[in-house]
């Protein structure tokens, strides 16, 4: 029998404000090195305590409602969400029910629509902590009380793919719009998958759903996925029932894990938030929201692409993360600026271009296995732009480039032309210096020589290297190339 797949996704992402949701404490976004550093009465629940909303955490959950094309509620409440957990300091959590801050909306992919359900906020849990060996358990508040956004989609997805993408691309407008960091391998942002299979012909919502939890980095998200589907498939195959649970994924094993019997809206009693009054908001209120949001991926691409001229591939790289996208822009705008003054003479399109690949290849090598940051806080936009510039007026071949692009970056010594003098890098296209390292190349490779003028090319490569080798690098190799194939007739 065949069975079709009914996927719907949950994303959550702590926000990075100042201080927690309800109350004063600061927000570390449970990263802190030391427990239970940054609690206080009211997120540790003591008695008589009450919340505190704050102001920034519900503007930054609207904000991302408004870049996913949702609808702001101009009236809002929270909710109490009732479940027990030692991690929960109250016995239950502020949450939001029936009357979220954002609804509808949609994020778009390739040119299909994920559509967006809702969009909330509420608070983060503690972190429970279980020592090795030991009978107890131990919890760790300075999570509890963090902003948490929560994102819940209608089921759209078809795949595992398509679920890691959405996240993938859903992360990218949280830090355009720097609202989070959503660094996945430190929890601050988590995504949950609720899957359902059903047969051919079989209404559409009438699988059984499972929720796998907590998933934390892309490719588990797909692999979680895929592996789902190939299971229920298996079980409703061989004639038995899905049970509507809770799973996590066993990233060793390949694998998910039942964990708990999966609660539905009427088990966590929700009811209105009682110490928190409801919300009300003005349309001036929202329009001065969407007038504060920045440019968002979709439209930096486009762009990029028109302003630039780069192709579609390259755009997607250099905007991939909001600092690397203004880089690029100030490098950009660094050598318009040397056009403008006459500083350098290549066409704008090369340079861009140049400063593109540089930026990708070179750049992003340097980039792996370090801080990017520390990087671009050694090369400047303007002595990358200044970098660029030497190169497209052809002062110095690649060879040396790329040695004036490493030193940049290892020894903080960003004026590149200062590098370029201190090594001795400058280009030779003098053809009488070239016309004798030429001669002494032929003089003595008279092998290469008579397999080049057998027909053998590759010799002729050979013999450039050669020419090269004898100038240190410093030969310009269209120069060179010429003054060989005129001696080599």
Not at 45 to 63: H, S
Not at 143 to 165: C, H, I, N, Q, W
Not at 287 to 293: A, D, M, N
Not at 353 to 375: C, H, S
Request: glycine content about 6%.
């Amino acid at each position: 029998m065949t069975y079709n797949v009914v996927i719907g996704m949950e994303v959550h992402a702590e926000l990075k404000t100042d201080s927690k949701m309800f109350c004063l404490c600061k927000n570390g976004l449970g990263i802190e090195k030391n427990p239970n550093v940054h609690i206080c009465p009211i997120c540790t629940a003591q008695p008589g305590t009450l919340p505190m909303p704050n102001a920034r955490a519900i503007e930054a959950v609207q904000k991302v409602g408004l870049a996913l094309n949702c609808s702001v509620r101009r009236s809002s409440k929270f909710d109490r969400k009732n479940y027990f957990y030692p991690d929960i300091p109250k016995g239950y959590q502020i949450s939001q029910y029936d009357e979220p801050f954002c609804e509808g909306g949609a994020l778009e992919l390739d040119g299909k629509k994920f559509r967006i359900t809702r969009v909330h906020l509420e608070e983060d849990t503690g972190k429970s902590m279980h020592p090795s060996g030991a009978n107890y358990t131990l919890v760790d508040f300075n999570r509890a009380g963090v902003p948490l956004m929560e994102l819940v989609t209608e089921s759209d997805f078809s795949g595992g793919k398509e679920a890691s993408l959405f996240c993938q691309k859903l992360r990218q407008i949280l830090r355009y719009l720097d609202v989070s960091d959503a660094d996945m391998e430190r929890g601050q942002m988590r995504c949950e998958v609720n899957i359902s299979l059903y047969s051919e012909g079989a209404p559409r919502l009438s699988g059984t759903k499972v929720e796998i939890k907590n998933l934390n980095s892309f490719k588990s998200i797909e692999r979680a996925v895929e592996y789902e589907i190939a299971r229920q498939t298996e079980l409703l195959g061989a004639g038995e029932k899905i049970i509507q649970e809770t799973r996590g994924w066993n990233e060793t094993k390949g694998a998910t894990v039942s964990q708990r019997k999966k609660e539905s809206a009427h088990d966590y009693r929700y009811f209105p938030e009682p110490d928190i009054p409801p919300f009300q908001f003005t349309e001036e209120y929202v329009e001065r929201l969407r007038l504060s949001l920045p440019e968002l991926p979709d439209a930096k691409i486009k762009r990029f692409m028109s302003e630039y001229g780069l192709p579609a591939a390259d755009v997607l790289i250099l905007t991939g993360e909001k600092e690397d996208a203004a880089y690029c822009e100030q490098v950009a705008s660094e050598l318009s600026s040397k056009i403008n003054s006459k500083e350098m003479l290549a066409p704008i399109e090369k340079a861009v271009k140049l400063a593109a690949n540089y930026f990708i290849t070179e750049m992003k090598r340097e980039f792996k296995g370090g801080d990017k940051n520390v990087l671009i806080r050694r090369i400047t936009p303007e002595n990358f732009a200044e970098f660029v510039a030497i190169v497209a007026d052809e002062k110095i071949n690649s060879s040396a480039a790329q040695v004036v692009l490493k030193e940049m970056g290892k020894r903080g010594d960003g004026d590149p032309s200062h590098i370029i003098e201190r090594l001795n890098l400058s280009q030779v296209s003098d053809t009488s210096a070239l016309d004798k390292a030429v001669s002494v190349v032929l003089a003595t490779n008279e092998k290469s020589v008579a397999d080049y003028r057998a027909g053998k090319q590759n010799a002729f490569q050979f013999l450039i290297g050669q020419v090269m080798k004898e100038t240190k690098g410093r030969a310009n190799p269209k120069v060179a190339s010429e003054i060989l194939k005129k001696k080599l007739q």
